[in-house]
Nanobody, 126 residues
Framework: QVQLVESGGGLVQAGGSLRLSCAASERTLSNYAMGWFRQAPGKEREFVAAISRSGSNTYSADSVKDRFTISRDNAKNTVYLQMNSLKPEDTAVYYC???????????????????WGQGTQVTVSS
């Protein structure tokens, strides 16, 4: 399994921006599709965005499309989530996840991912 460490969370006002980072211990992160998920209190963990091994294929949930952008730098073993125009409903713990895969496939469900980070809190005030 890959060890993942998220950072970049914090408190921000509505309309603001944050960039989350996910650093991986795996030197060959390019073997993994990556995803971001979030979990608000009392709710199930939900898909936010995913990116294929090379970065050529990305997909985002409708709730964050046009506001959030996932990207990766395999040379730095890091995945990013740029979050713009944040809303109070974006408040949650954000998790990074890795899925060993082949080709340009990505995953959008929790069960598809093998490794998870500890999460980083994002709080958006109104």
């Amino acid at each position: 399994q890959v060890q993942l460490v998220e950072s970049g969370g914090g408190l921000v006002q509505a309309g603001g921006s944050l960039r989350l980072s996910c650093a991986a211990s795996e030197r060959t992160l390019s073997n993994y599709a990556m995803g971001w998920f979030r979990q608000a209190p009392g709710k199930e963990r939900e898909f936010v965005a995913a990116i294929s091994r090379s970065g050529s294929n990305t997909y985002s949930a409708d709730s964050v499309k046009d506001r959030f952008t996932i990207s990766r730098d395999n040379a730095k073993n890091t995945v990013y989530l740029q979050m713009n125009s944040l809303k109070p409903e974006d408040t949650a713990v954000y998790y990074c996840a890795a899925k060993r895969t082949y080709g340009s496939s990505i995953g959008t469900t929790v069960r598809e991912y093998d490794s998870w980070g500890q999460g980083t809190q994002v709080t958006v005030s109104s």
